[in-house]
């Protein structure tokens, strides 16, 4: 019995220290993380003027996914060349909309390709900047 419970005590430190390597672990790779999402929130302060930056946070507020979608793009672009300035409000606009506009004619053409030269990508961004 003695052998036994010594085993079974062996075993069952060997598990917790296991898990506690497991947890450690874990908590290396959620400080990697976010060490990551504060260097990209740092790099996009960095890149957009304010109102560019307030209108980003407010994309966030209703979707996170489509703001990290956007971060992504604008730091890609920059890793390109294509970004060498600040952007602006306007220039963001440009870079959400025409994408989306380019989706939306895209799924028109298969549905409705009568109706589909009303809703040109071209046209719904100068009708968006029109009203800006």
């Known amino acids: 019995m003695d ?24 908590q290396a790779e959620k400080q990697k993380q976010e060490q990551a999402q504060n260097q990209k929130k ?3 302060r960095q890149l957009l003027e304010p109102e560019a930056l307030e209108r980003l946070q407010r994309i966030a507020l209703v979707k ?9 793009a604008i730091i890609m672009k920059v890793q390109k060349g294509e970004i060498t300035t600040k952007l602006d409000d306007a220039s963001l606009v440009r870079m959400i909309v025409i994408p989306f506009a380019m989706r939306i004619s895209r799924k028109l053409v298969y549905l409705h390709p009568k109706r589909v030269q009303s809703y040109l990508p071209s046209r719904l961004l100068a009708r968006h900047l029109s009203t800006t």
Do not use: F, L, N, T
């Not at 010594?6 to 390597?21: F, S, V, Y």
């Not at 996170?64 to 992504?72: A, D, G, L, Q, T």
């Open 42 to 44: 740092m790099i996009i």
């Open 64 to 72: 996170k996914e489509k703001e990290e979608v956007i971060e992504s």
């Open 3 to 26: 052998a036994r419970e010594e085993a079974q005590a062996r075993q069952a430190a060997q598990m917790q220290a296991g898990q506690e390597a497991q947890m450690q672990e874990m």
